[in-house]
């Protein structure tokens, strides 16, 4: 027999999966989830073997209200030996808050846009660069990771189209500045298949050592798209959110990130390398609406895995017996 061979096979490639539910996700939610639960939650998606969690943000708990616990949350839940325990933060206050609770990784962020850096951190991105690169110095200095996450890598809701550019200029500045990983973030899903190519391949040829995570969400459908074709341009790690939750206050419209139980099961059907629980990923996923007080967005939860089967209807035996006796 022939044998075929395409890109679209995953021949075993490892992608590794990052989940940022707990954080980019609950952050938008209107109803406080207990902090009981967020740990409950972080802890069956330790035991589903993401690759990364970020569990919290260590922000103004009046500017984010719905994660003042984060302190809290990082010192109860269960840490997994292999698992990155990253959260999210904005300024020098945020990251001695995060190294005081030990996370693992300290994940700064900045938008690409001048207009959306100033309404999401109310600075021009120069103060944001300035403010960071003092972060990365005090994570650098405690032995804490840092990855930098670019906002509106793809596009701006309120600029349009953000340069290249200006986008890579930020990249080599934090890549000078010793930063672990770099995010490219589709903060408000304006990405495109072509354009995700393009950026993911310069950005390899030009920083072939640097770690390159793509943040895609799926407002306007495109998500498993761009992630696909991220993988074609030669990109390996994801962030994804449980029940494809998620979004962000500063950014109209903006809706969930790609949904991280539809994104593994897509990958592992497609013979890629995901060591993510597929079951335990869903089975927390299905208990999110009874957390947030309302649906998710993920339609794998909806429709169950491909291979799930379904019953014929009860007529099915009476059906089959008339087409045979018309044959
Ligand atoms: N942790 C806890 N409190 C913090 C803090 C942090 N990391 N950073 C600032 N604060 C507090 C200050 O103590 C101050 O409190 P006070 O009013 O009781 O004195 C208040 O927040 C304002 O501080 P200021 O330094 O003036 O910052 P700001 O008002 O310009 O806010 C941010 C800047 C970025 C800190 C704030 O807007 C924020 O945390 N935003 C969250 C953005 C976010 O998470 N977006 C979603 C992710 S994309
Ligand atoms: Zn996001």
Redesign the pocket.
Known sequence: MTTVRSAWQGAGRRIHMQEVGPRDGL?MEAAFVPTADKIALVNQLSAAGLDKIEVS????????PALRDAEVVLREIERHPGIVYAA????V??AE?AIESKVDELNL?MSASETHNLA???MTRAQSFRALAEVVALGRSAGVAVNVSL?CVFGCPMEGEVALDEVFDLVERFDQLGAHGLTLCD?TGMAHPAQVARVVAIARLRWPRQIFTLHFHNTRGMGLANVLAAIDAGADRFDASIGGLGG???APGATGNVCTEEIVHALQCMDFHVAVDLARVMHAAARLPALIGHEVPSQLLKAGPRLQLHPPPADFAAVRERALARA
């Open positions: 952050q943000a260590f922000v103004s708990p009046a500017a984010v999210l933060v904005p300024n206050r945020g808050r962020v999401n951190l109310r906002s903060t962000c206050p500063y």
